[in-house]
């Protein structure tokens, strides 16, 4: 497709469990960002990847949550030993280059509930 | 604490008129400003941007001005339409950031027929 896509588009997963998503970003977009989106809040940056290499992880609560890119396209943000404070919206961004001017494009988001 | 801050949660217009979204920060480090707008259900979508060397962009029926002074910036939307209503999130980056934003809460915006 053309625009970011990112599965499961919901996901309800129990305290303790560990829990996958997936971001598939613009075709030959470099950048790749993760965000985080609770209720009634704004989007809150996670972590940025230029390419396959996490250039700005700072955004990252604690290290339960830890985020790939292998091959510099898809990425994965993993969050271990889940806790009913991660529930939120999560969503990836994808720019052409990276940098502050380059536009990021937001996939709709994976909504994650934990029971 | 929230550097970037959307004051009203909600907004509501007549269509035809004019909406002012407003939107301040806190951190003179910030030196870029972005809007986006988010339908329910959707990602946020980038509507128009302002460097800190500007006071002012213009996009069609979109306009974003910075008070730097004030550390305040507005976005105006004229004339309102109906296919507007949506939140609108103010944005702002560092000079030199990667690109990482730092968003406001959003203003639903809702313009009536």
Redesign the interface.
């Given at each position: 497709g053309a625009g970011?896509s990112q599965t499961p588009s919901n996901k309800v997963t129990e305290k303790g469990k560990y829990v996958e998503l997936r971001c598939d970003p613009i075709s030959g977009h470099t950048?790749l960002?993760w965000?985080r989106q609770s209720l009634?809040?704004?989007?809150?940056?996670l972590i940025?990847f230029?390419g396959t290499g996490a250039?700005?992880d700072?955004?990252l609560p604690n290290d339960r949550f830890f985020a790939v890119r292998p091959e510099g396209s898809v990425s994965t943000l993993k969050i271990q030993r889940t806790e009913r404070g991660d529930s939120a919206v999560y969503?990836c961004?994808s720019?052409r280059g990276?940098?502050?001017?380059?536009?990021?494009?937001?996939?709709?988001?994976t909504r994650l509930l934990v029971l | 604490d929230q550097q970037v801050k959307q004051n009203s949660p909600s907004l509501s217009v007549q269509e035809g008129r004019i909406s002012i979204l407003n939107c301040d920060y806190t951190n003179s480090m910030f030196d870029y400003f972005l809007w986006y707008k988010k339908y329910p259900a959707e990602g946020p979508t980038f509507l128009i941007s302002i460097s800190s060397i500007k006071d002012k962009n213009e996009d069609g029926r979109f306009t974003v001005f910075l008070n730097k002074s004030a550390k305040h910036l507005s976005l105006h939307i004229v004339p309102s339409q109906p296919g507007d209503s949506a939140v609108y999130f103010c944005a702002a980056a560092y000079g030199g950031s990667q690109g990482n934003l730092i968003f406001g809460k959003g203003t639903k915006l809702s313009v009536k027929p």
């Open positions: 970011v950048a960002y965000y009634g809040q704004g989007p809150e940056f940025y230029q250039a700005d700072s955004g969503l961004a720019s990276g940098g502050r001017d380059e536009t990021q494009y937001f996939g709709p988001g | -």
